[in-house]
């Protein structure tokens, strides 16, 4: 199954990729939390891509196609990949498919997660990730069991530096521009599917799974909303 994860910020990609990848065994490639990680480790990748996430502007194509090249030619992507915050642009998408043709491979299926702004401007302002191992919470839509601290593996939880306020506006004004027009790119080479994203989450992941079919067993995905296109 390889597949590609495609939104605006705040749409659920992280969420439902980490969902996906769990249950299929497939790496989650997530190029925002490669970044975050390198700039927290201060590696040159780290110092380079730093001002980019501050101001909630897209790294150059180059840099971050280079980090997913790199990545993908792993021998666990062999099986397949979930790929989410990739590609942001088209020529991204079109480096991404030379990348793939490289190894023999191409994509099964684009997911869309559609989620209005209104949504997206909530989710992001009340988003909560742990430093430890990255699942992103929601003070209200979708709190941990014990305040400030990740369900999963006891972390703290922090709001992303770029979850405040203007950087948010700045980043969906980005999705606009620079990462929407790949809704048509990919629905012109037929891999395209749209899910409504603001479902709650488990009708989301059905969703996918029924999106994505083939790389789940018979059976397992069912419901949800999808419209094929
Ligand atoms: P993305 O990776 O697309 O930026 P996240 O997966 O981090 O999005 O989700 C953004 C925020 O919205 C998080 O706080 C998350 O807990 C919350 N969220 C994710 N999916 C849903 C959903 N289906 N309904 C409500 N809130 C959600
Ligand atoms: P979100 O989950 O809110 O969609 P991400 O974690 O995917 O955000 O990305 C955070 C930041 O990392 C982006 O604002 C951008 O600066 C950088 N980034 C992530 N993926 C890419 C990409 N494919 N191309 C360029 N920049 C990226
Ligand atoms: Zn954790």
């Keep these: 199954m390889r597949v590609v994860l495609l939104g605006p910020p705040g749409a659920g990609k992280g969420t439902q990729a980490v969902r996906i990848a769990q249950e299929a065994d497939i790496p989650h490639i997530a190029t925002g939390d490669m970044f975050r990680q390198a700039v927290r480790e201060e590696t040159s990748l780290g ?6 996430l501050d101001a909630g502007r897209l790294v150059p194509d180059e840099v971050t196609v280079g980090i997913v090249r790199e990545r993908l ?15 942001r642009t088209v020529p991204q998408a079109e480096a991404l498919d030379g990348v793939l043709a490289g190894l023999g491979m191409k994509l099964d299926r684009v997911v869309s997660l559609v989620v209005g ?17 990255g699942t992103s ?3 209200e839509l979708n709190p941990p069991q014990e305040e400030g601290r990740c369900d999963r593996c006891g972390g703290v939880l922090v709001q992303r530096d770029d979850d405040r306020e203007e950087t948010v506006r700045e980043r969906l004004a980005v999705y606009e ?4 027009p790949l809704v048509d790119y990919y629905r012109r080479h037929g891999l395209l599917v749209e899910v409504d994203g603001e479902q709650p989450p488990d009708a989301v992941t059905r969703a996918i799974r029924q999106a994505v079919g083939n790389g789940f067993p018979a059976g397992s995905g069912s419901g949800g909303i999808e419209s094929r296109q």
């Design 73 to 87: 030619a792993r021998p666990d992507c062999r099986e397949g990949f979930i790929l989410d915050g990739f590609p």
């Design 177 to 180: 521009r620079q990462t929407a």
């Design 47 to 52: 110092l380079e891509v730093k001002r980019y």
């Design 117 to 133: 702004t209104e949504a997206l401007v909530r989710r992001l302002a009340g988003r909560r990730v742990c430093g430890g191992c």
């Design 137 to 139: 919470f929601h003070v």
